[in-house]
């Protein structure tokens, strides 16, 4: 690969799958027999709040029994030894990137351990079960909500996220279906401005047919395997 020095990497539900977190679009994406699409939304929260709290609650609590697995710590190495420019760029709202001790995280469609003031607007970590949780730190009214990108709704650091596609010198997406957009666009954005792309996934996503490479296999084979060749090549 030519000479990179700035690396954008996305990830999906699929990175999380061996630590045991579900991912939407296999057998268990659905809650309740609805598909997250239908329970991911403002009209779902306005018109059964505890149906999407309990959701999330649930997700919030499974959190806290799952380990990062070699997939999250071979991106959290790269991270931390990688002397270029570096974003993890995640779908996911688990917490695994950091725990693996990942740094350059973001996270475009908000996190479980965190949470959302309808009323005023204030974010802030959350830990614990929102139905019949605390009121808001900031403004005090029973209005909190799970921080997390609805559909229909921004995601997190947009105008941050295309600045940097534009600088990539290789974009790698692991363990999406490329399913959603805008995340399921970026690959374009970064082969426009001349990036290499990779994608690691356990199946050919939506999105393929976009990327230079695409290699089949587990998040936890793939990405190690990666991560040693890209600092073998130096
Ligand atoms: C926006 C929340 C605009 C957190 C998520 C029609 C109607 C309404 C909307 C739209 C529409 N058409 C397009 C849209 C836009 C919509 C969209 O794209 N809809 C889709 C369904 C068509 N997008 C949005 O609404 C976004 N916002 O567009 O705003 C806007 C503009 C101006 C002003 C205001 C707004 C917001 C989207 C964010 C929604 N929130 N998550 C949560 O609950 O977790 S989406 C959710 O699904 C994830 O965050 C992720 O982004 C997405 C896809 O999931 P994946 O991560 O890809 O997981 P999935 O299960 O799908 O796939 C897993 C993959 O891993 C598989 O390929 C599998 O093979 C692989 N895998 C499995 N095991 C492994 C593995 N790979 C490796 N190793 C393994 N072991
Ligand atoms: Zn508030």
Do not use: K
């Not at 959290?76 to 990137?97: C, K, M, R, Y």
């Not at 908000?110 to 900031?138: H, K, Q, T």
Request: hydrophobic share 45%; aromatic share 6%.
């Amino acid at each position: 690969m030519a000479d990179i020095q700035t690396i954008v990497v996305l990830t999906g539900a699929g990175i999380s799958a061996e630590s045991g977190l579900a991912t939407f679009r296999g057998p268990e994406g659905l809650w309740e027999g609805r598909r997250v699409e239908e329970i991911c939304t403002p009209e779902a929260l306005f018109a059964d709040r505890e149906l999407v709290l309990d959701f999330y609650d649930q997700r919030r609590r499974a959190l806290a029994t799952v380990e990062p697995n070699a997939g999250h710590r071979a991106l959290a190495w790269l991270d931390q030894h990688w002397p270029g420019e570096l974003l993890i760029v995640t779908q996911n709202v688990d917490d695994l990137h950091e725990r693996a001790g990942a740094q350059r995280v973001l996270h475009m469609h908000g996190e479980l351990l965190s949470a959302l003031c309808s009323a005023c607007g204030a974010r802030g970590g959350f830990a614990g079960d929102m139905i019949g949780g605390p009121r808001c730190a900031v403004c005090g009214q029973d209005a909190l909500r799970p921080d997390i990108v609805f559909f229909g709704e921004m995601p997190y650091e947009m105008e941050r996220i295309e600045a940097l596609l534009t600088r990539a010198d290789l974009f790698v997406s692991i363990g999406t279906s490329g399913a959603v957009y805008p995340a399921a666009g970026f690959v374009q954005g970064a082969r426009q401005a001349g990036a290499d792309t990779l994608e690691l996934n356990l199946e050919p996503s939506a999105g393929s047919h976009h990327f230079h490479e695409t290699r089949i296999g587990p998040a936890s084979v793939l990405v190690p395997a990666w991560v040693e060749e890209l600092i073998a090549e130096g």
